[in-house]
């Protein structure tokens, strides 16, 4: 093969390899993923680095307790997060499948945790912790104020 032709292809490829990262790079930056609470309370929309970018809630979220509301928000936020690291890792995976690159990169995808849903609010419940479900503790008794000294006649001072 003669120089020339050597030099053109390696022109082309590195041509196509900037075309192909340019479209990588815009398809990245319009990634995201919005998620919806399976008792559509809360819905989040992350951004493709996993940042918080919207939440909204429903009215369905003022039946629930301020406890069941955190843990819904904390569970669709982290599936919105791994929805948007699996469209990252979609979109760079024709360039980088099968290297260690790739394989760093998906390391970093968060797993799904598998918790229980929060349960349903009991009727008429308000805003109520979940500690509130246990007896309430026994209150110790105020201790007796010791006998007022009178050596002097004058009584206490702090009258």
Do not use: C, Y
């Given at each position: 093969?003669?120089?020339?032709?050597?030099?053109?292809?390696?022109e082309?490829?590195?041509?196509?390899?900037?075309q192909?990262?340019q479209?990588?790079?815009?398809q990245?930056?319009?990634?995201?993923?919005?998620?919806?609470?399976?008792?559509?309370?809360?819905?989040?929309?992350?951004a493709?680095?996993g940042?918080?970018?919207?939440?909204?809630?429903?009215?369905v979220?003022?039946?629930?307790?301020?406890?069941?509301?955190?843990?819904?928000v904390?569970?669709?936020?982290?599936?919105?997060?791994i929805q948007?690291?699996?469209?990252?890792?979609?979109?760079?995976?024709p360039?980088?499948?099968?290297?260690?690159?790739?394989?760093?990169?998906?390391?970093?995808?968060p797993q799904?945790?598998?918790?229980?849903?929060?349960?349903?609010?009991?009727?008429?419940?308000?805003?109520?912790?979940?500690?509130?479900?246990?007896?309430?503790?026994?209150?110790?008794?105020?201790?007796?104020?010791?006998?007022?000294?009178d050596?002097?006649?004058?009584?206490?001072?702090?009258?």
């Open positions: 093969m003669n120089p020339e032709q050597m030099i053109a292809d390696l082309s490829r590195a041509q196509q390899l900037q192909r990262s479209q990588m790079q815009e990245i930056q319009q990634a995201s993923s919005t998620v919806t609470s399976p008792n559509e309370a809360v819905t989040v929309q992350v493709p680095n940042a918080l970018q919207h939440i909204e809630f429903s009215p979220a003022m039946r629930l307790t301020h406890v069941q509301l955190s843990q819904l904390m569970q669709t936020v982290q599936k919105a997060q948007a690291a699996e469209q990252v890792a979609s979109i760079v995976e360039e980088f499948g099968g290297t260690e690159a790739m394989d760093f990169l998906r390391s970093f995808i799904q945790e598998e918790e229980e849903a929060p349960p349903p609010p009991a009727e008429g419940q308000v805003m109520r912790e979940v500690s509130w479900n246990e007896p309430a503790p026994k209150l110790q008794p105020r201790p007796q104020r010791p006998p007022e000294d050596e002097d006649g004058f009584g206490s001072v702090l009258r």
